[in-house]
């Protein structure tokens, strides 16, 4: 006899499991069914293109090396996680820091002024 088996049932099995039939619907049925029921008007639905902000935070990255960063510049205000970062920060041109941020869309990217 195995060490799993005891009696001839399986001991990771739950015995009171039954499976479900629940039927895999397409996302054309589903729309279907939800176009003929009515919701209230502040629901967010597959059909709403209206629907509330996101209550999610959003994530922020480092302007260097795209890692969550915990810090702010003080003097650009450029995003960085880490010492090395911070310290490479204060060794950029004004036009390398500029692009950083023109690329996050703070300020307008203009090469010739």
Known sequence: MSASKTRGTLLFKN???RK????RRSLKQILATMSNQTVGNNA??????AAPPSEKLKLRYSDVSG?????RHPRNNLYFS?????ERINRMSPL?????????????HTLYK
Do not use: M
């Open 15 to 17: 015995p009171a499991y």
């Open 20 to 23: 479900r039939n629940a039927k």
């Open 44 to 49: 967010a639905t597959f059909l709403s293109i």
């Open 67 to 71: 890692l969550k960063f915990r810090y």
């Open 82 to 86: 880490n010492v090395e970062e911070y």
């Open 96 to 108: 390398e820091i500029r692009e950083h941020l023109a690329f996050r869309g703070i300020i307008q």
